[in-house]
């Protein structure tokens, strides 16, 4: 019998993607799903951009464009990267993809060997060790708490670099914790990496408008860092275009042509329409755009903390960007609902969609499996409802 790859079967389902889909099934039978499970800003993409779209159509922009993007949008995005990150890059040295999600993939085939080791900061995104898997290299988990505002240290880095080490891989702001490193924090993980100097940095900076420390640094700005450092950013956070699909690094040339080679054999460019409408949004000024999305997010984040604060056993830092809350829930564990007990964090989150109709995402999935996503990119009145039916429901268990 005909059979999937092994490559397919080592792969897991995005656990994001997975509790959306079963949070559509429960409401496709007629249930009150509250959807706190995706990454995605409930706002709606900028008019401006729209309407540069929409001329894009008009002026024909349906054809094939370069690998990497037009060059106009190279461009608009170099002044970006000089002008938010102090961060010098030539056209060339940025390619365009269809999402920052192909970014790290093409990142990771480029440059990843069999059994290469990537370190990985816990919490990371669910899909960099998927895509590392992917790309047949071996990740390498370095693991953090609640008590350490979900940071890791240059002593826990070093102490996990073999010569196998290929890539430090990290989000700042970060999915899933909202943690943000600091400049000092940056900088003394750079001094680290100075006494290995083969060590590539992928820098994933796509939360870069949602800090609410007004105090964005990009590692790749640290002298040391700049010939190895790639950073990756997009425009489905910052400006609410999810379904765009536009990301973008810039990187060292060398690195930059081994994504365009992958790129040009799988997809080639992302659409020439978003890639107009992503021009616009590079030149226009971010904070005009992104401040009061930002603003909205902070007071649901300060609502949300505070209604959480109220269920015995739930345990918060403060996220200091991005939109997701990221609370140590282990309390729960081993209480039971009947006879069935509550062993970890996947249990709890099937729990609550089941019981409370409330859809979140199990920590396993980002390295910290005595933790749960949360996700405030959501109404006011939806986030005040799910505390309030996780309250009821966690009381429940006994």
């Not at 709606?44 to 054809?63: G, M």
């Not at 590539?200 to 007004?214: G, W």
């Not at 505070?306 to 282990?330: M, Q, R, T």
């Amino acid at each position: 019998m005909t059979e999937v790859s092994e490559r397919l079967n080592r792969l897991a389902e995005s656990a994001t993607l997975a509790m959306a889909r079963m949070s559509r099934e429960l409401k496709e039978e007629g249930y009150d799903i509250i959807a706190l499970s995706l990454g995605e800003p409930d706002f709606d993409t900028p008019d401006f951009i729209k309407e540069s779209a929409k001329k894009a159509i008009d002026d024909n922009f349906s054809h094939y464009t370069p690998v990497p993007g037009l060059l106009e949008l190279r461009e608009a995005i170099c002044r970006k990267f000089k002008r938010d990150n102090n961060l010098d890059f030539t056209p060339n040295q940025i390619v365009c993809s269809t999402g920052a999600k192909q970014s790290l993939a093409n990142l990771c085939l480029s440059l990843l060997n069999p059994k290469d080791e990537v370190l990985l900061p816990c919490p990371y995104w669910v899909s960099y060790v998927e895509i590392i898997k992917l790309a047949e290299g071996v990740s390498v988990e370095i693991p953090s708490t609640i008590t350490t505002d979900f940071k890791v240290t240059p002593e826990q880095l070093e102490a996990a670099i073999t010569p196998k080490t290929k890539l430090l891989m990290f989000s700042s702001p970060c999915n899933p914790s909202g943690t943000v490193y600091s400049k000092e924090e940056l900088l003394a993980i750079a001094k680290m990496l100075e006494k290995y100097p083969d060590i590539l940095i992928i820098s994933d900076e796509i939360y870069e408008h949602i800090n609410f420390t007004n105090a964005h640094f990009s590692i790749g700005t640290i002298p040391s860092m700049k010939e190895r450092t790639i950073t990756v950013n997009g425009l489905s956070k910052g400006f609410a275009m999810t379904g765009w699909r536009l990301g973008f690094i810039g990187a060292p040339l060398w690195i930059a042509n081994a994504c365009n080679k992958v790129q040009g054999q799988i997809t080639s460019a992302t659409c020439a329409i978003a890639q107009k409408a992503g021009e616009t949004a590079m030149l226009a000024d971010p904070k005009a755009v992104t401040t009061d999305m930002k603003n909205t997010f902070l007071r649901r984040r300060d609502m949300l903390l505070e209604k959480l604060k109220e269920i015995p056993g739930i345990k918060c830092n403060i996220p200091k960007g991005a939109f997701y809350i990221f609370p140590d829930v282990s309390y729960y564990f081993g209480k039971k609902d009947g006879d069935k007990t509550i062993e970890n964090a996947n249990d709890l989150c099937m729990y609550l969609l089941n019981k409370a109709h409330v859809a979140l995402v199990s920590g396993a999935a980002f390295g910290n499996p005595e933790c749960i996503r949360i996700s405030y990119a959501a109404a006011d009145d939806k986030l005040m409802e799910a505390a309030k039916r996780m309250k009821e429901k966690l009381a429940e268990l006994k």
